[in-house]
T-cell receptor
């Protein structure tokens, strides 16, 4: 069965710090990979996606993610976080979701 | 604006009393999903409709049923809610099952 693991439950950073959130999945076939974000009081929305091609994908608000097939990973990165990035981040493989990582950015 | 709407946003029911949650969409997407999300856990897929074809997850309890009378609407019926069914229920839509999903705001269900 497909599963998605997000290892960090809660990450706390100061503004301008770099961010990397881990995501690993277990599925041997072709995968469509997603990162979704949920800002406080809002509903889940797409941050970025990977279907094929360049394994480094760029999303909204300066986020990017790298697909490493050999590691079954799709980690999310941002070079310099802002207070407005405070949110919950979910990794998904097609329609299966990870448990989410809560990011708190201190001003 | 095209969107996914869930009603009600908050629902309180009694143990064992049937409840129906509603989802509608103006996106004209052919796939609609229902997820159950408990605190600090992953959204758990209950089932999805691909057009009129119903796809149930193997571990979704029989207590949960769904109806999709037309493209725009999808309902989640919980026949006999238990305390363990208290959760946020999310509806989502997509074009095909492999594409990005568009989510509604969710319905928070409380079972007394």
């Amino acid at each position: 069965a497909q599963s998605v693991s997000q290892h960090n439950h809660h990450v706390i950073l100061s503004e301008a710090a770099s961010l990397e959130l881990g995501c690993n999945y277990s599925y041997g076939g072709t995968v469509n990979l997603f990162w979704y974000v949920q800002y406080p009081g809002q509903h889940l929305q797409l941050l970025l996606k990977y279907f094929s091609g360049d394994p480094l994908v760029k999303g909204i608000k300066g986020f990017e993610a790298e697909f490493i097939k050999s590691k079954f990973s799709f980690n999310l990165r941002k070079p310099s976080v802002q207070w407005s990035d405070t949110a919950e981040y979910f990794c998904a493989v097609t329609m299966r979701f990870g448990a989410g990582t809560r990011l708190t950015v201190k001003p | 604006d095209a969107m996914v709407i869930q009603n009600p946003r908050y629902q309180v029911t009694q143990f064992g009393k049937p409840v129906t949650l509603s989802c509608s969409q103006t996106l004209n997407h052919n796939v609609m999903y229902w997820y159950q999300q408990k605190s600090s856990q992953a959204p758990k897929l209950l089932f999805h409709y691909y057009d009129k074809d119903f796809n149930n997850e193997a571990d979704t309890p029989d207590n949960f049923q769904s109806r999709r009378p037309n493209t725009s609407f999808c309902f989640l019926d919980i026949r006999s809610p238990g305390l363990g069914d208290a959760a946020m229920y999310l509806c989502a839509t997509s074009i095909g099952v492999y594409n990005e999903q568009f989510f509604g705001p969710g319905t928070r269900l409380t079972v007394l």
